[in-house]
């Protein structure tokens, strides 16, 4: 005989609704992407960072079709290459919902993007979240740096 709360759950996956349908809803995504766009190089020098969330909302929008920006933060991200140096910035924060499957299958588009901002924004890293991941790209220190 199952007790009250294994009865509860039962209850509970019993009645969950189908939102989609519910709603009425003509898409439905459950993967989210997050990019993270940075205000500082990798010298703590300040970037177009105006023009590189642009590039980021028309990248997410034409691959996934739509994304919303959020305001600048306060981060702080450390360079190993450079001694464990800290870099802070005030990055924002792009988010869509997609599928998997999509992110898959655009990721020649995606990868194409982080990786011109990284190296033409002198960034150590780009750093992206998809669903509960945490992955990031790196980049090498300039020659007349090293």
């Known amino acids: 005989m199952p007790n009250k709360c294994q009865t509860a759950l039962y209850r509970a996956v019993l009645v969950m609704a189908d939102f989609t349908s519910v709603l009425g809803a003509n898409k439905a ?83 194409e993007f982080l990786v011109r901002m990284g190296t033409e924004s002198n960034q150590g890293a780009v750093g992206l979240v998809i669903d509960r991941d945490y992955l990031e790209i790196g980049f090498p220190v300039a020659k007349e740096e090293e």
């Open 29 to 111: 995504a459950s993967t989210l992407l997050v990019l993270f766009i940075p205000s500082a190089d990798r010298d703590g020098e300040p970037i177009d960072q105006d023009s590189w969330v642009e590039q980021g909302l028309r990248t997410l929008g034409e691959c996934f079709g739509g994304a919303t920006a959020f305001p600048q933060g306060r981060g702080v991200w450390r360079d190993d290459a450079r001694g464990g140096a800290l870099v802070f910035d005030e990055p924002v924060i792009i988010q869509c919902y997609t599928s998997s499957a999509l992110i898959e299958q655009l990721a020649d588009k995606l990868r």
